[in-house]
């Protein structure tokens, strides 16, 4: 590291603001980039901690959205005297969900059908036989099996949200994975809902007397 430009605690500050994470991760995949600066940081990290590395040390600068909000203006700000001189680190990484509750239904064992189209019938015991102790010589009674089948039909849950094409272009974190995500996470709960107390009113599906439907 002799001769670094990077030497002085001011000086490595405000290089570390240039730091490109994507220009590392393009070299990674065989892509011609200059990352000298980045190699340069990554050497006074590593100098700084004493340690060593086959890879590289990212300051952890490089994982904060930085943005400004603005020059000063003659108006005084909402905040008070001097708003406009304080920044705010935006930090799509730490996205906060909502809390939602727990989906009951993957610790239940439920059986899940895929690639179905018709209607579906699934034949199941309805009872079984019967067993007892008896004495020495004696008959055992006689048993048998029975049984039923449980027939499916479709019924449709899903859901839709408009999104503008700013939006998706603009948006950190990816509107597009939340939306889908949260999606995701509403229709699991409803569809727990259903199998566990389906009414059968509201094209809800119901699961009374043992007859469940397939929900698409």
Known sequence: MQGSSL?????????VGNFSLQKLLQRSLGAKVDTGLEEEV????????????????????AF???????PITSTAPVAGPGGKLISTDFLPAQYIDLLREADPLSSLGVRHLNGL????????????????WTAENSAYSQTEMAFSSVTLTPHHLGAWAEVSRNLILQASP????????DLAQAMALALAEAVLNGSGTYNQPTLKQGKPSRIV
């Open 42 to 61: 990554s050497q006074e990290l590593c100098k700084r901690e004493q340690r060593s590395t086959e890879g590289f040390l990212v300051p952890r600068a």
């Open 64 to 70: 904060v959205e930085r943005r400004d909000v603005g």
């Open 174 to 181: 990816d509107v597009e994975a939340l939306l889908k995500y």
């Open 117 to 132: 189209t018709g209607n579906v019938e699934i034949p199941k015991a309805k009872s079984g036989t019967s067993v007892a």
């Open 7 to 15: 030497q002085g605690k001011d000086n490595f500050e405000s290089q």
